[in-house]
């Protein structure tokens, strides 16, 4: 592990280098190489002890290169994303960071590598990792046609409102993605530090209630760019079979239009071939592809 430090804070000046580091990458690479989780993490880095850790790589008095961690917990493996500045590539940081990951979490680590560049697959195979997950990333332009959402009887439509449907949501959150750890696990911490970031509007907060109750949402977003995502569309399993996941997703992308923004983009994990399909018969196209490397099948 040597020249790679592991820390569980950042002092601000250091999250300042990293912060420069991580922009210069997404401006050289066209893809940002991290996640929004981690780089919410980074703003509050210096706050204390946390579950994530950083490890850098300081040369010529400044952080080169630097990795978010998510030690393991008891629903999922230790997950990892890693960048190295343009300027200092092809000088073995990307490989000692990735060394330096396994040392800490062992065999069971997974690491995503945003935008499926060529030069993570190559570092990924050469140290005996296979993808093991992808998540397409999937566009439409926002002016193209949209039907009506539809909603089946006794479903009304209503906007999130602060301060009052925080529980009932991660309720249903963790209902609708029990079997997604990543988003079934968010706790209130997650969802209010949400609230305080710059682009959270309730108004495009929709939730869909069934005899009083909660049956499912669809959270948009509008990117500083003035692109709209459809952040985030979960439907209770108990209300499965009504048709919301459709409804709550033309609800959003009309919003979303409504508000003027030229393109719509989303995420979608490749293995959720319903929703692919949903959001295809929608006007999505692939765009992109973050990839998951791990000690899967095919591995070395």
């Given at each position: 592990m040597s020249g790679v430090a592991v820390r569980r804070t950042l002092a601000e000046p250091e999250i300042a280098e990293v912060t420069a580091l991580v922009a210069a990458a997404e401006e050289h690479d066209g893809v940002g190489p991290l996640s929004e989780h981690a780089r919410l993490w980074l703003r509050r880095a210096?706050?204390?002890?946390g579950g994530p850790?950083?490890?850098?790589?300081?040369?010529?008095?400044?952080?080169?290169?630097?990795?978010h961690l998510d030690p393991a917990t008891g629903e999922e493996s230790a997950s990892a994303?890693?960048?190295?500045?343009?300027?200092?590539?092809?000088?073995?940081?990307?490989?000692?960071?990735?060394?330096?990951?396994?040392?800490?979490?062992?065999d069971g680590l997974r690491v995503w590598a945003h935008g499926?560049?060529?030069?993570?697959?190559?570092?990924?195979?050469?140290?005996?990792?296979?993808?093991?997950?992808?998540?397409?990333?999937?566009?439409?332009?926002?002016?193209d046609p949209l039907p009506e959402p539809r909603l089946a009887e006794g479903v009304l439509l209503r906007?999130?409102?602060?301060?009052?449907?925080?529980?009932?949501?991660?309720?249903?959150?963790a209902r609708a993605f029990a079997d997604h750890p990543?988003?079934?696990?968010?706790?209130?911490?997650?969802?209010?530090?949400?609230?305080?970031?710059?682009?959270?509007?309730?108004?495009?907060?929709?939730?869909?209630?069934?005899?009083?109750?909660?049956?499912?949402?669809?959270?948009t977003k509008?990117?500083?760019?003035?692109?709209?995502?459809?952040?985030?569309?979960?439907v209770d399993p108990a209300a499965q079979g009504l048709g919301l996941g459709r409804a709550l997703t033309l609800a959003g992308l009309r919003y979303l239009r409504e508000r003027g923004v030229p393109e719509i983009m989303l995420y979608v994990d490749e293995s959720n071939t319903a929703a692919v399909r949903l959001y295809e018969s929608l006007g999505f196209t692939r765009h992109a592809v973050d990839v998951m490397y791990g000690a899967g099948p095919g591995a070395a």
């Open positions: 210096h706050e204390g002890p850790r950083a490890l850098t790589i300081i040369a010529d008095g400044a952080v080169v290169a630097y990795a994303e890693l960048v190295v500045h343009p300027a200092h590539r092809r000088r073995g940081h990307g490989r000692a960071l990735l060394r330096a990951l396994r040392e800490e979490t062992g499926d560049l060529p030069a993570a697959a190559g570092l990924a195979g050469s140290e005996g990792l296979a993808r093991v997950r992808a998540l397409f990333q999937m566009r439409r332009p926002a002016a906007a999130f409102e602060t301060g009052r449907d925080e529980k009932d949501w991660l309720r249903v959150n990543e988003q079934g696990a968010w706790t209130l911490d997650d969802v209010l530090q949400r609230e305080r970031e710059p682009w959270f509007d309730p108004a495009g907060f929709f939730l869909a209630e069934r005899d009083g109750a909660l049956a499912g949402f669809h959270w509008i990117h500083s760019d003035g692109v709209g995502e459809v952040y985030v569309v979960g």
